[in-house]
């Protein structure tokens, strides 16, 4: 059974850069052609989709983040991660890692860990 | 982007109701419409995919239907661990977008 994990701080001051990871188990993320994707739920509001990666190949990201955020494979084998720099309280949310099947849905999510941005 | 619109934005049901939920997009999207729900402190699952497909696992008491701009989401007899607060999201084009969720409760 295929599970997604985040981790991360659950901290960041402002203006500095949110790091979170999402460790993949049960399948490996190298297969199926999948997106691997970053969603969060800001308080009070929507769903926003961040950005994904297509595992060795390219990354696409939402506009209104794509000058701060960049996703990646992670240092561990079978984890991505997300950064999101010059953070500000409107970056305080709910963020969850997801897999997205092509031309499809997110099929697959993490639990979510919520970041606060605060001095 | 694509904007998308859901209605109720809330609802009150008892177990057992028929339940119903309605998305609209901004601009034509095909099949290309999900739904989704969200509980606290869970992963959101995936319910319906493509419009109108059960995805595995999800008891046969959900549908989906739709398409072009206008979609539903049916609960046909709505059971206890329904009470959430359910989404539709585009995979039309990016930005993947969301709607703004309906939360379902007693």
């Known amino acids: 059974q295929v599970q997604l994990q985040e981790s991360g701080p659950g901290l960041v001051k402002p203006s500095q850069t949110l790091s979170l990871t999402c460790s993949v188990s049960?399948?490996?993320?190298?297969?199926?052609?999948?997106?691997w994707s970053w969603v969060r739920h800001l308080p009070g509001k929507g769903l926003e989709w961040i950005g994904h990666?297509?595992?060795?190949?390219?990354?696409d990201y939402n506009p209104s983040l794509e000058s701060r955020v960049a996703i990646s494979a992670g240092t561990s084998k079978n984890q991505f991660s997300l950064k999101l720099n010059s953070v500000t309280a409107a970056d305080t949310a709910l963020y969850f890692c997801?897999?997205?099947?092509?031309?499809?849905?997110?099929?697959?999510w993490g639990q979510g860990t919520f970041v606060t941005v605060s001095s | 982007d694509i904007q998308l619109t859901q209605s109720p934005s809330s609802l009150s049901a008892s177990i057992g109701d028929r339940v119903t939920i309605t998305c609209r997009a901004s601009q034509y999207i095909g099949n290309f419409l999900n739904w989704c729900q969200l509980k606290p402190g869970e992963a959101p699952r995936l319910l319906i995919y493509a419009a109108s497909n059960l995805q595995s696992g999800v008891p046969s008491r959900f549908s989906g239907s739709g398409s072009g701009t206008d979609f539903t989401l049916t609960i046909s007899s709505l059971q206890p661990e329904d009470f959430a607060t359910y989404y539709c999201q585009q995979s039309f084009t990016t930005p993947f977008t969301f709607g703004p969720g309906t939360k379902v409760d007693v």
């Open positions: 997801a897999r997205k099947r092509p031309n499809d849905a997110f099929d697959l």
């Open positions: 049960g399948a490996s993320m190298s297969s199926g052609g999948f997106y």
């Open positions: 990666m297509f595992y060795g190949g390219s990354t």
